[in-house]
T-cell receptor, first 111, second 113 residues
Framework: NAGVTQTPKFQVLKTGQSMTLQCAQDMNHEYMSWYRQDPGMGLRLIHYSVGAGITDQGEVPNGYNVSRSTTEDFPLRLLSAAPSQTSVYFC??????????FGPGTRLTVT | AQSVTQLGSHVSVSEGALVLLRCNYSSSVPPYLFWYVQYPNQGLQLLLKYTSAATLVKGINGFEAEFKKSETSFHLTKPSAHMSDAAEYFCAVSDGAGNMLTFGGGTRLMVKP
């Protein structure tokens, strides 16, 4: 199993550009989530999904959109990037237990 | 609302010394607690978890943590630090449904030779 995979690894955007961060898992997990990591703040939940067609907001959802059309994929969309969205983004999935499994991350810089 | 506080954003120990990383939480429901480790430029790896079974939880790489309800604490310990333990450590608490994981700010552990 590849586990949780994320693409791209690195991305630089200009303010106002849009992009989609990709996340996929091959563990047949129903639950998937997106976090952002900023220095000194740990990880903060952006959006999560408990299954295909079902998404909900986390702690910091503004400026981000998600959808879940398949069990495997959970893309995160930035419609109009802002410098405040410069961060490292992690996708995670969870099976029947409570522990979440994290992808390797995407480092995003918005100039 | 749940929250996690990690005391000390940086902790430095000598190789072979005791490692103690502190975590206090608040939760309105019986908590599920986790410690994750992050090595440079990598994702998070689960060290151990508490899910209301034994209060002393053993994890990977010789780490363990003790859940103390009266102190709302879940401190991480390791008897003898190795150079390879140098990393950032995150404590986290989950809501009852497992949908909302709240992290502390992280503690960077440095191990001196």
């Amino acid at each position: 199993n590849a586990g949780v995979t994320q693409t791209p690894k690195f991305q630089v955007l200009k303010t106002g550009q849009s992009m989609t961060l990709q996340c996929a898992q091959d563990m047949n997990h129903e639950y998937m989530s997106w976090y952002r990591q900023d220095p000194g703040m740990g990880l903060r939940l952006i959006h999560y999904s408990v299954g295909a067609g079902i998404t909900d907001q986390g702690e910091v959802p503004n400026g981000y959109n998600v959808s879940r059309s398949t069990t495997e994929d959970f893309p995160l969309r930035l419609l109009s990037a802002a410098p405040s969205q410069t961060s490292v983004y992690f996708c995670a999935s969870r099976g029947r237990g409570y522990e979440q499994y994290f992808g390797p991350g995407t480092r995003l810089t918005v100039t | 609302a749940q929250s996690v506080t990690q005391l000390g954003s940086h902790v430095s120990v000598s190789e072979g010394a005791l490692v103690l990383l502190r975590c206090n939480y608040s939760s309105s429901v019986p908590p599920y607690l986790f410690w994750y480790v992050q090595y440079p430029n990598q994702g998070l790896q689960l060290l151990l978890k508490y899910t209301s079974a034994a209060t002393l939880v053993k994890g990977i790489n010789g780490f363990e943590a003790e859940f103390k309800k009266s102190e709302t604490s879940f401190h991480l310990t390791k008897p003898s630090a190795h150079m390879s333990d140098a990393a950032e450590y995150f404590c986290a608490v989950s809501d009852g449904a497992g949908n909302m994981l709240t992290f502390g700010g992280g503690t960077r552990l440095m191990v001196k030779p």
